[in-house]
């Protein structure tokens, strides 16, 4: 099996302060359907259980998956359980990066996948697994990006507390007024791009933190990319690492961020270059 470590230089654009760490394992001879990208800081109590659903799923899948774990920096036993799993688990990879936030460790798995669709997906399973099946129909019609939901009909939520709904609700109206219009949902973690589009738009993220999900969706509905929601079973778990008040703060100080690099043009640029590092690790 294959760890991947961030061993590359950092790739300078001139499209705004956005700098890209990344290392990659031989890409495989046929690329596989589904690259399923798991960020995860410090997931040493749910990661085991996490990752044996995923394999429960995806054995019964006719289309073939990669699963890269981004360990971002943690100081737990988070790596070590995604190498133990791995030895079973032979589509498993571990990316190792430095600590830098959610955002950052996205970006890493986008750039160290080899799939044709790339589903960022959080460690708790908030979304079961199981859910990924309601994507399907929209790739298959190629819709370039599709995320998860918790508002839209048919979508359904599970022992969320009325107050953090609200909370949630209240930042949704605030991002669409601000920066991504006509999307409900734009913090749900599970999301899925074509992923020509992904590296389109991951080339030019800049937000490290929760907020990154607003800043790619500004991205996409910039370009011109079609946004999907996909109506979801979510189930809400006590044990999440969102603080309900200093990040939603800090989410807010990363909408205006986002205009704020709108405004300065980092967002124009829009093809990745070719010539990233994408070497293999030592």
Known sequence: ??????????????????????ATAEPPESPP???LIIPAYNEERRLTDSLQQIQAYFDTQSFATEVIVVDDGSSDSTATIVEASMRDY????????PHGGKGHACKQGIFASHGQWLFLCDSDLSMPIQEVARF??????DTPITIASREVPGARRYGEPAHRHLMGRVFNWL???????????????????R???ARDIFHVQTINGWGFDVEILFIAQKHGFQIVEVPINWYYRSHSKVHPVRDTVNMI????????NDWRGVYKQRLCPVDIDMSEPR
């Open 1 to 22: 099996m294959t760890t991947l470590t961030n061993q590359s230089q950092p790739l300078s654009t001139d499209s705004g302060p956005t700098s890209l760490h990344a």
């Open 33 to 35: 359907f589904l690259s």
């Open 90 to 97: 032979a589509a498993l990879r571990l990316v190792r990066a």
């Open 136 to 141: 399907l129909p929209h790739l298959q019609h």
């Open 175 to 193: 991002v669409r007024t601000l920066a991504v219009h006509n999307i409900q949902d734009t913090q749900c973690g599970f999301k899925c791009f």
């Open 195 to 197: 992923a020509d589009v």
């Open 253 to 260: 100080r990363e909408v205006w961020q986002v205009r704020l």
